[in-house]
């Protein structure tokens, strides 16, 4: 049997669920904050240059990845006045602002410290760990600044480099930069870390930085060794000196465990650590070098460790990975392009930004179970929410269908909102 259907107009939102969102921006005053940083850089005539940067953010977290699906906004009759003045601006008008702010590398930073700090202070966090890391950003067009350069997901292809930096506890993104795809990861890496560092050091008792062995080099380590606050773990490429070496070292099981690890003390108060692990049994030994154990080394400035904790928590970089596949896949990392390289620099901050915004969100808002959720099952639970606007005694009132963590959590969370 057929079931009948019937197309009605309804003026109503599958998404408001983003409510509390937009009660977390009005709370850390983000059209202040974005004033204060970027200043009056143009006259203010339809659109607000934040009204513009948080209607992106509300396509994004509602599952746009291209600029030109905010115009799908324009139907929704609650959105617009929850992320702007209630009108949807045009793709072309928010491209003249992104313009602008793609040029202001300075100032996107320090939107991000801002948002950081804010952070930091209101959870009374006093030791962060930072993870370094880059990735490439396929295109398809001829995008400005779009060169073949280092593509795993896609060798051969024109790419985008994009450079992060995210602290661990917060899942918030403390810096980033967009470059051209023929840039090394490594370059300009120095000046990128110490900018943070300068920024965060002197407020934080304990900080620990944690990067791979493409950014390794004499030169990092001499800078992260200035801050006295600061731990590195970073990962050394193994060259022919150094495997000789470690071959030659005694080594120690922890725990029964079939890893094996050793150290080498090195002058200036400088570590590598070793970890030896059996390669698996039937495995094809090399000609050349017949060794039946693969080797990993991590440089470190903390004496204390043991070599065992010290890969353990190196270990947890692989959040890093996850972070910039979720980024990628849920936040339009990378799919938000223009052929304007300025352009592209500015959707691609947003990007962080939205991320940036949904781990604060996720740590004054949340708890338990639904403080681990990324944001694909927070649009399931949470954003969609059917909501529409009535008017009762000159008041405006929107109305908010029951969503599916129920409305005491709802309650709960919008309280939690509020205290912020």
Not at 46 to 75: F, Q
Not at 153 to 172: K, W
Not at 259 to 275: A, H, N, P
Not at 295 to 316: K, M, T, W
Request: proline share 5%.
């Amino acid at each position: 049997m057929k079931t009948r259907y019937k197309i009605v107009e309804r003026k109503a939102t599958p998404y408001g669920g983003l409510y509390p969102v937009s009660e977390f921006l009005d709370q850390i005053r983000f059209p202040a904050l974005f004033h204060k940083v970027f200043g009056k850089y143009r006259k203010v005539r339809k659109y607000h240059p934040w009204e513009n940067i948080s209607m992106i953010v509300a396509t994004i977290l509602s599952g746009g990845e291209r600029l030109y699906d905010v115009e799908r906004l324009a139907s929704d009759p609650v959105l617009p006045d929850l992320f702007g003045n209630g009108i949807v601006p045009q793709d072309t008008t928010l491209r003249d602002d992104l313009k602008h702010i793609g040029k202001m590398n300075d100032q996107r930073r320090e939107m991000l410290f801002l948002l950081n700090e804010m952070l930091f202070k209101r959870q009374n966090i006093k030791k962060i760990t930072i993870d370094v890391d880059g990735t490439a950003l396929p295109v398809d067009g001829h995008q400005e600044g779009a060169e073949v350069g280092y593509c795993p997901a896609d060798q051969g292809s024109r790419c985008l480099q994009s450079l992060s930096a995210v602290c661990d506890e917060t899942e918030t993104v403390l810096a980033e930069e967009t470059r051209s795809g023929n840039t090394h990861c490594a370059n300009d890496v120095i000046p990128f870390i110490r900018r943070i560092l300068d920024r965060f050091a002197p407020k934080m008792p304990h900080i620990v930085i944690r990067l791979d062995k493409g950014f390794f080099s004499d030169n990092l380590l001499t800078m992260l060794e200035e801050y006295p606050n600061v731990i590195y773990e970073v990962a050394v490429p193994q060259h022919e000196p150094l495997r000789k070496r470690v071959r030659g070292l005694d080594y120690k099981s922890y725990h029964g465990s079939e890893r094996e690890y050793s150290s080498i003390s090195l002058t200036g108060g400088r570590y590598y650590f070793v970890e030896r692990t059996p390669k698996p049994p039937q495995t094809q030994l090399d000609m050349l070098e017949p060794d039946a154990y693969t080797y990993r080394v991590i440089a470190c400035n903390d004496s204390h460790r043991q070599p065992h904790s010290l890969f353990r928590d190196y270990n947890g970089r692989g959040r890093d990975e996850q972070q910039i596949c979720e980024l990628k896949n849920e936040y339009a990392l990378g799919k938000m392009v223009s052929g304007d390289f300025d352009v592209t620099r500015a959707l691609c901050w947003v990007c962080h930004l939205a991320y940036t915004l949904t781990g604060m969100f996720r740590q004054i808002a949340l708890r338990h179970e639904l403080a681990k959720h990324r944001l694909r099952r927070l649009r399931f639970i949470l954003f969609t929410t059917v909501a529409y606007w009535t008017n009762h005694s000159r008041q405006r009132i929107l109305n908010l269908c029951s969503p599916l963590i129920g409305e005491m959590r709802l309650k709960f969370l919008l309280r939690r909102v509020w205290a912020f």
